[in-house]
């Protein structure tokens, strides 16, 4: 298992969505997320899975980067996903990425840094007896509006043999 675990935006608020930030916390323990994430999820303006995340920060378990970083040129991504992908090449094979966003998984695994999305983490809740229902969980997801693809939930529901 990865010692240091960064998140992305997308995922924190997915998984708040559906009462699951913990699984988290249960899954890895200490989770990271940069100063750039933090300015996209706790934006004050009310947003979903705003006060769940506050919430997480205040137990201690969900952490902030104490570093901020400039945004990569050479990366086409927004601030939170380059910050995260920054965070895991300065300490390589340490890190696991959790992130959402096609192009930044796909620059993450280009890097070599391990990278798993909201779906993944769901999948390993469904694993760890966190949960009893991954479908449940992704039919919830979907009612609210947060996307995954129906590929890759399939392909999660046939691991956890749903």
Known sequence: MARIVVADASPLIGLSIVC??????????E???????R???????????????RSAIEEGWLKIWPE???PEETIDLDEGESACIQIALSHSDDVLLIMDERAGRAFAQEKEIQVVGTAAIIGMAKMSGLITSAY????ALHASDFRISATVIQTILMRVDE
């Open 68 to 70: 901020s970083f400039a």
């Open 136 to 139: 449940e969980v992704f039919a």
């Open 31 to 37: 989770v990271w997320m940069p100063q750039e994430v």
């Open 20 to 29: 699951g930030l913990r699984w988290l916390s249960d899954l890895f323990g």
């Open 39 to 53: 300015r996209e999820v706790l934006s004050g303006k009310v947003s979903r899975g705003e006060s769940e995340i």
